[in-house]
């Protein structure tokens, strides 16, 4: 009975979540002309919060919390109707991000060039397999995020050693976390363009390449065992099936917010579900088992939604109150260094992730505390120092969703991800690129 009830109520949940999807994809292509369509938006998205709660994961109830009390302190009154539709609107495109993003992961599995790639990697010897790893999941990871580690995992060799599938594990996660540095794919670069503005958020795009680079070249010789330029070369010339795919992908995304002013996030969410509808043309057979694997991931996405939407919301109403730069002025009255900014950010956010505060919460409050003038900083390194600590942070808390997947897909406990050879990497991850952050930010 009780399975009956709970399968009935998440059909309805996932009804009320696509009726949030189809709301935030009116806002961003038609602005505020249809506003009532976008209030029912904000009403459903309430609806499948609530009807999420009672299978929400203990860590998330924890976060929420905090967010709650967080929330309590900064805020002086309590927001009005107006308000919370208001900021309900404001945040509704995470209810259209992350199914888009669920639906590009499961078209994404089943394209030929994606399972190419994934059979060329499971032949890789184990002395390119980390390198491999590493690279493969820096490229799929910026387009479908968590999906890669799940793609990877399904080439590691049944056989492999224990020592090897750490290996393995390690070098996907740092590849995909480390994507969020370049990518425009990731909930993190749509949270500090909400505070750096568009233009800022795409040149950090910019330095994140050369960030993603520089981390992969100093990381992959130190911590994978046997790499060299010709296991490199080997682990690249798996990648040839999907680089004009990711190419284009990419582009798409780009040319749209330059051509119809989208910001990234609007574009993603318009442009994808189109090359998702171009890949079901294409490919027909496959459409039954991407609607249905969609279907079961959207069940499993509330605690994101409800985490993201939590903490960009009161941050929405904080900043609008005029809450940071009360704070702020009472504990410092003089402009922040841009060096403190951008050595903070990454380095504060990967610290406290290992004591399972999520990314969200921390760099909210930093961006909304250093951004807007407030810091002798430029917003474009301000985004890439926020991208960095997302990286690091993610790589390096025992809560992370990165972290908990990566331990079951690869067999691996989650301790040995967090505690070990990632641990190192995630430290100097942020500490070394705010210096170096710091150190561009003086020159210019």
């Known amino acids: 009975m009780f399975e009956i009830v709970s399968t009935t109520i998440d059909r309805v949940r996932v009804g009320f979540l696509c009726v949030a999807w189809i709301a935030a994809l009116t806002q961003v292509l038609t602005d505020v002309f249809f506003i009532w369509i976008v209030n029912i938006g904000v009403i459903s998205f309430v609806i499948f919060l609530i009807l999420t709660f009672y299978r929400l994961r203990r860590d998330t109830l924890m976060i929420v919390s905090i967010l709650v009390f967080v929330g309590y302190v900064l805020l002086p009154k309590f927001p009005t109707t107006a308000d919370w539709f208001e900021g309900g609107r404001n945040v509704l495109i995470f209810t259209a991000l992350l199914p888009t993003m669920a639906l590009v992961r499961a078209t994404a599995t089943m394209m030929p060039s994606v399972l190419l790639t994934q059979k060329s990697l499971s032949n890789l010897p184990p002395s390119a397999a980390a390198g491999g790893f590493h690279i493969a999941a820096n490229f799929f990871g910026a387009i479908i995020n968590t999906g890669s580690l799940a793609i990877l995992s399904a080439a590691l060799p049944k056989n492999v050693n224990a020592s090897d599938r750490l290996a393995a594990a390690e070098a996907a996660l740092r590849g995909m976390v480390t994507a969020a540095a370049w990518s425009p794919f990731f909930i ?85 579900p189109i090359l998702v509808i171009v890949q079901f043309a294409r490919h027909r057979h496959h459409v039954k088992s991407i609607v249905m694997k969609v279907g079961s991931e959207m069940k499993k996405i509330g605690d994101d939604i409800l985490i993201i939407s939590l903490a960009m919301l009161i941050g929405y109403f904080a900043t609008r109150a005029g809450a940071f730069s009360t704070i702020i002025s009472d504990l410092y009255s003089g402009m922040i260094p841009g060096w403190f900014a951008l050595i903070t950010t990454p380095l504060v956010m990967m610290i406290l992730s290992v004591f399972g505060v999520h990314p969200v919460i921390s760099s909210t409050a930093l961006l909304a505390i250093f951004s807007g003038g407030r810091a002798d900083v430029n917003p474009a390194l301000l985004m890439q120092a926020h991208l960095i600590g997302w990286g690091a942070g993610t790589m390096s808390s025992i809560a992370s969703l990165s972290v908990i997947m990566c331990s079951s897909l690869y067999k691996v406990p989650s301790r040995k991800l967090v505690f070990g050879n990632n641990f190192l990497a995630a430290l100097f991850y942020a500490l070394v690129g705010g210096c170096i952050l710091s150190l561009i930010n003086f020159l210019v």
């Open 188 to 272: 993190a670069f749509a949270v500090g363009q909400a505070f750096v503005g568009e233009l800022h958020a795409w040149v950090a795009i910019g330095i994140g390449v050369i960030t993603s680079g520089l981390f992969t070249i100093i990381s992959l010789p130190i911590l994978s065992r046997g790499v060299s330029i010709k296991t490199l070369r080997m682990a690249f010339s798996c990648l040839r099936p999907v680089l004009f795919r990711l190419l284009i992908i990419l582009s798409a995304v780009l040319i749209s917010a330059l051509s119809f002013g989208f910001t990234a996030l609007s574009s993603v969410v318009v442009v994808m």
